[in-house]
Each structure stands twice: as structure tokens, then as C-alpha cells.
């Protein structure tokens, strides 16, 4: 611009002065001619002047574009710069693939020098493998005209080594210049993405192959992660449960330990403890959570890892495993006690039964006063043999008892004592099969578990008994440590009454518990129920909902083998002058026992413990016919007792007698040669019919 106005200016000027010229050419007057001169000097003056002005305008402007190429420069060099020390790849190639210009980062990534690439065919850089897709891209690029991003392995260290990198490529157009179009090639090394890719995949896999639940969820219970373990335990898929609030899901109601550990993670970072929740299906789950706080990069928390492990069936086992050691304290507790009782109860039924026959002129009220002396001691008795139901194995009596008839037999006796506003449904196939045990002792439980269920309908409801054929495995032995693998018998009795808590469940089997009314029941119906049970291999089961009813499932193994029960007429054998050795070291127990012998016509011995019983035996080896010896005396017991009297007289014929639950077992265990076993306390009629069975088959023998 500056340049036309200098020519314009200096035209203008020329074309002043030749008008000037031509006018003083037609003047011939001097004074003329001296204004015309005047005239022309101020002209070139102001030419001069204008010519000036343009002058420093055209040095500004020279000025300017001095610097505006050095901030050009500058420019180019940064660029250059940031193409040269890029930390990414760089080249510049034609159409074709050739390198025209290439960065610091792409000859490094390469390993080749910068001025090496000059010249040379991208496509030698690319694994062979990848050629064809390497064609394809530039060709597209060609007719399409778009940026692509892709994945290739390059080759460095002269073709020896590869690795993999993302490509982004785009077409450059020519411009009027003269330079044509060509592609720029921007690539980077992804090895330590792939890497970690890799390991990220591995962890998520060892996230989903471990069988705990891991799941992550925002601040506000939103489930952001939901792994296999968890799908597995709560049956719930990831897809399904992802950004769904995580109280909703799990957990039937809001529990107060859930606020305890949400305050805890918030202000610890971490939590650990017991929760109980359920599954899609409601089925309820014990779980062992722990829960980590997660923080954001400014520190701050942003969601909560829970790492959970159902602990269901651990749970179950501790209970079951719990009730075991309790009922092996209890045995020994109960052994304890009933051996002290059964040698005071022994002497007393003994004396009641003994007195009528030895004095027949006792008056009415005294042979009632006996009578009910014998009453009473029975009844002791048998609390204290259904103490011993606790733990005593009866599963040497190898007795058939049919189910069916069982529960017909049980159907009857209730159907006459229990209210009409209970409705009684038995539903037991007549072919459910046999079972090994006591007709009497299974009729106990049947009828313990009915009352407990009438007692819980005080308003009446449904009472059902009924039954199935079960097969236990192996998997049904993982929450059933008691269980067996086997054929079981399985009797349902089930009510519609008040139902139980799960807390009182847990305490319902120990002995003297109870929820009735205190002083009118003893607590010991369910602890017979499951020692019984127990002493014949079965288990009980139970399930309870508090307003809607209780279900008591009896596991019974099923027996094809066995005899069915046969009832004895009782006789009153006498002896004939047999001498025979009673031992024990019950001062009251001998002295019955020897009074009841010597009037059935038996000679007595008597000896207090096992050394006074080795010496009579020893002074009377010929006379003595049968040895009668407690398991359980001081300083020599039973056992110790007996091996020494077989070693004196091998065909020395030997009843043992214990007030412990285990002593049969004992006896049998320890001493061989035992012609029968009398448990504690035994009637007279029982003590008579034992030496009169093992005196005749000694007879018989002889």
C-alpha cells in the first residue's frame, strides 16, 4: 500500500511540474515568470514533503516485517521443536508410504538414526503379519478422506524385535505451491497399556473365579461392581443389580448393625463383622463381610468395597458341633448322677416288692403304703432312665419297628385327649418301611413332639403327622454333622401355632428348657426327643416362623434287618440251693439283693469290693455257681475284677451290673465271658429270670 501511494505521489508531482513548464513556455512576462517559479517551488516542496512522509512510512513497515519473520521463525523452530521432541512418533510420508520427514520420538521407537528413515518405505516398519490391513488403510485413506486409528506391530532393533503401537493416520491435500498431498502418521508404544490391560483382566478373573462375593457400591448404596462370587451367592446377576440400591436387595429390613458399620467404614476406612441378608430367592444367608473404604485422587471417599463369605454352613456346623460337646457333658454329668440314684432307688423298689412276700399278714394300709413306696421309686426310676435317654446308644437292640403302625398306634392315643378345635391329618404311606429301635421309646418321642405342638395351638389349628423316604449324600453332610449317608425314614409332625424365634430354637434341646408355664412341665420332653433319636443314628431338624407355625422333621435310618419285638410272660424262677457271689460296694444294694436270693431259695455270698470278692471266690471256687459283679467299685473295679476270675476259673459265669448309661457298652468293650448285662436299677423279677437263664443254659451246656 505505502508503495502505490509513492508512485502516486511521485506521478502527481511530474505531472505539476510539466504543467508548470508548459505554462511558463506561453508567458513572456518577467514578473509572470517569477510567480510561475514561486509557484513550482512550493510544489517541489510539498512533493519533497509528501515524499518524506512516504519515506518513513515504507522504514516502519520494513521494520515490521523484519520482525514479523523472526516471530515466524521463531515459530517454525518451535514447531520443529515440538515435531522433533514430540514423545510420540511422528512422520510425514507420500501417498505411497514413503518417509518424507520423521521426529526424534519415531527414529527412537524404531531405533534407527533420524536421517535413516528419510527416504524409506513405512511398510518395511510393519510386522508382516499386518501388511495387508497396512495396504487397506492407505488406500481407503485415499478414497475416503478420514482420519483412522489403529493397532500395528512395529518392528525396531533392525527387524528383530516388535512391539505393539496405535497408529492415527490422516491425508494431507496439496495446496498451490506445489506440494502435493501425502499422510501424516502419529504412533506411540502401547506395550505398558497392553500390560496392564492384561492384568487387569487377570485380577477381574481372579476377582470372578474366588467364591467370596466382592462388590463395590457409591456412597449412597449404589452397586457399581458385582462379581461371579457374587452372582453365585445371591443368585442375583451383575446386570441386573448394577446401580440398584443395595439395602433393597439384601437385606430384609433395615438393621441398626448396618448404620454401626457404614459409621465405622466412614471414620476408620475399614469394617469386619457378621450380617445376615438374603438371596434372590429369600432364602436367608449368614455372611462374614468386610468393608473398605475407597478414596477418589483428592482423598476424598467415593464408594465402599465389600468383600463377603457365606458362612451358612460353617454356622450351622458350630451349632450342631456345639450341641454335640453339650450332650457329651451332659452324658457325663447324667452318668454321674444316675449311678448315685440308681443305687438308692435299687434297695427301695427291692424292699417294696420283698416285704408282701416276706411278711403276708401286713395289713391293707401297710400294702398300700408299700404299694405306693414301689410306685414312686418306679417313677424315679424312670426319670432317671430318661435322663439317661440323653446320651445311652441303643442301637445294639436290633428291634423292627414299623412306621405306619407307629403312627397309627400314636393317632389313637391323641385323638382321645386332645381338644376337637385341633384337627388331626396323619399322612404316613403304609409302605414307608421299618426302622431300627424301641416301640416304646419312639412312641415317647411322637408323643412329646404332639404335645409341644397341641401346647402351641391354644386356640386350636392343624395338627399333621406325616412321612417320606429320604436319601442323605454327601453334599447333605456339609450342614448336618450328625447325618449319615444313607436311607432315612423322615416323620413330619407339623402345627399351625405361635411359632418360634430363631433365638429360641437354638435353646430348645437343652435340658430343663422351657417356654410354658414354670413348676407344671420339667423341660426334658425335646431333650428326650433328640437322645433317643440320637441313640438310634437319626436326627432332628426343625423349622419355625413365628404367627404361622413349627415343623419337627425326624430322621430315622431305615433297617432291613432286625427282629420284631417279642413280649415275655414274667416269671418268678427259684433256685436250688445254688450258691451265688453278689459284688458291690452299695451296703444296701448286697443286702436287698442277698435278701431277695436267699428267699428264692439261693445261698449268698457277700463282698464289698473286687479283692474281698477274689478271696471268697478263691475259698469257694466249687461251690460258687455264677458271680453277680458291679462295673463300677473303688480300688479294683468290675472289669479288673472279672479278668482276674477268669484267669482263677475260665468258665467262671459272670451278669454285670452298672447304674451307668454306657456301662452294657463298657462291659462288653473290656471284659469278654459276660453271660448278661443287668442295668441299674433291675426289679426282682429281672435279677431271678437272669441267674435262672444263665444257670439252666450253664446246665444245658454241662
Known amino acids: 500500500m505505502i508503495r502505490e501511494n509513492l508512485e502516486q505521489a511521485i506521478a502527481g508531482a511530474h505531472q505539476r511540474l510539466e504543467n508548470l513548464s508548459a505554462r511558463a513556455s506561453q508567458l513572456g512576462e518577467p514578473n509572470a515568470s517569477m510567480e510561475l517559479l514561486q509557484e513550482a517551488i512550493t510544489e517541489t516542496a510539498i512533493s519533497l514533503e509528501e515524499l518524506h512522509v512516504l519515506a518513513e512510512e515504507l522504514t516502519q513497515q520494513n521494520q515490521e516485517l523484519v520482525a514479523t519473520r523472526h516471530l515466524v521463525e521463531a515459530e517454525r523452530q518451535c514447531y520443529q521443536d515440538l515435531f522433533n521432541f514430540a514423545p510420540d512418533g511422528y512422520l510425514v510420508t507420500d501417498v505411497t508410504g514413503v518417509i518424507q520427514e520423521a521426529n526424534y520420538a519415531a527414529a527412537k521407537l524404531l531405533n534407527v538414526r533420524q536421517s535413516y528413515l528419510i527416504g524409506k518405505p513405512l511398510a518395511v516398519f510393519i510386522h508382516q503379519k499386518e501388511l495387508p490391513k497396512f495396504r487397506q488403510i492407505i488406500l481407503e485413506l485415499r478414497l475416503q478422506q478420514q482420519q483412522r486409528t489403529e493397532e500395528f506391530r512395529l518392528f525396531h532393533n533392525e527387524g528383530k524385535i516388535d512391539f505393539p503401537a496405535e497408529v492415527t493416520v490422516a491425508l494431507t491435500e496439496g495446496n498451490s505451491e506445489g506440494k502435493r498431498e501425502g499422510l501424516r502418521w502419529l504412533f506411540r508404544d502401547i506395550s505398558d497399556r497392553i500390560q496392564a490391560q492384561q492384568k487387569i483382566c487377570e485380577q477381574a478373573g481372579l476377582l470372578d473365579i474366588t467364591t467370596d462375593a466382592i462388590l463395590v457400591r457409591d456412597l449412597h448404596n449404589q452397586i457399581l461392581y458385582w462379581n461371579k462370587g457374587a452372582e453365585n451367592i445371591y443368585g442375583w446377576r451383575a446386570g441386573e443389580v448394577i446401580g440398584r440400591n443395595t439395602w433393597e436387595i439384601l437385606y430384609p429390613e433395615n438393621s441398626p448393625q448396618l448404620t454401626v458399620a457404614l459409621e465405622t467404614v466412614l471414620k476408620h476406612g475399614s469394617w469386619i463383622g457378621e450380617l445376615h441378608k438374603i438371596t434372590r430367592n429369600g432364602k436367608p444367608v449368614i455372611i462374614h463381610s468386610r468393608w473398605t473404604i475407597m478414596y477418589d485422587a483428592a482423598g476424598l471417599p ?84 430318661q435322663i439317661q435317654s440323653f446320651t445311652r446308644d441303643f442301637s445294639e437292640k436290633d428291634v423292627m419297628v414299623s412306621v405306619s403302625h407307629l403312627t397309627k398306634d400314636v393317632e389313637q392315643t391323641i385323638k382321645g385327649i386332645f381338644p376337637q378345635s385341633i384337627e388331626i391329618d396323619t399322612d404316613i404311606p403304609s409302605d414307608i418301611g421299618m426302622v431300627q429301635g424301641e416301640q416304646t421309646q419312639l412312641h415317647q418321642v411322637l408323643i412329646n413332639l404332639l404335645i409341644n405342638a397341641r401346647d402351641a395351638m391354644p386356640e386350636g389349628g392343624k395338627l399333621q403327622i406325616s412321612g417320606h423316604k429320604a436319601l442323605i449324600d454327601q453334599n447333605y453332610l456339609k450342614t448336618h454333622i450328625s447325618a449319615k449317608v444313607g436311607d432315612y425314614v423322615v416323620i413330619t409332625v407339623s402345627d399351625t401355632g405361635v411359632g418360634m424365634a430363631p433365638e429360641i430354637i437354638d435353646h430348645i434341646f437343652k435340658p430343663f428348657f422351657t417356654t410354658k408355664q414354670k413348676g407344671k412341665f420339667t423341660g426334658l420332653g425335646l431333650s428326650t426327643v433328640m437322645g433317643i433319636i440320637n441313640s438310634y443314628g437319626g436326627f432332628v431338624e426343625v423349622s419355625s416362623q413365628v404367627g404361622v407355625g413349627s415343623q419337627f422333621h425326624v430322621y430315622l435310618p431305615t433297617s432291613e434287618s432286625g427282629t ?135 446246665t444245658a451246656s454241662d
Do not use: C
Open 302 to 385: 467415593k464408594s465402599i468395597m465389600s468383600v463377603d463369605t457365606d458362612i451358612t454352613e460353617k454356622k450351622q456346623l458350630e451349632t450342631q458341633l456345639q450341641r454335640a460337646q453339650q450332650w457329651e457333658s451332659l452324658g457325663t454329668l447324667t452318668n454321674a448322677i444316675a449311678h448315685d440314684l440308681d443305687n438308692i432307688l435299687s434297695p427301695m423298689m427291692t424292699v417294696a416288692q420283698l416285704l408282701p412276700l416276706k411278711h403276708p399278714q401286713l395289713s391293707e394300709s401297710s400294702l398300700q403304703m408299700l404299694k405306693l413306696l414301689e410306685n414312686n421309686t418306679r417313677r424315679g426310676t424312670d426319670l432317671v432312665q
Open 564 to 698: 420284631l419285638p417279642i413280649v415275655d410272660q414274667i416269671k418268678l424262677p427259684t433256685g436250688n440251693g445254688e450258691l451265688i457271689l453278689v459284688v458291690d460296694n452299695e451296703a444296701a444294694i448286697t443286702q436287698i439283693t442277698k435278701t431277695t436270693l436267699e428267699i428264692h431259695n439261693y445261698r449268698v455270698l457277700i463282698a464289698q469290693n473286687g479283692i474281698e470278692a477274689l478271696t471268697l471266690y478263691t475259698q469257694h471256687q466249687q461251690d460258687i455257681k455264677l458271680v453277680l459283679m458291679d462295673m463300677m467299685m473303688p480300688s479294683m473295679t468290675g472289669g479288673t475284677t472279672i479278668r482276674t476270675l477268669q484267669i482263677i476259673n475260665p468258665q467262671v459265669q459272670i451278669i454285670a451290673m452298672s447304674g451307668l448309661a454306657s456301662g452294657e457298652a463298657l462291659a462288653q468293650a473290656t471284659v469278654t465271658g459276660i453271660q448278661i448285662f443287668l442295668a441299674k436299677p433291675f426289679t426282682a423279677d429281672e435279677l431271678l429270670n437272669s441267674i435262672h437263664d444263665v444257670l439252666v443254659e450253664r
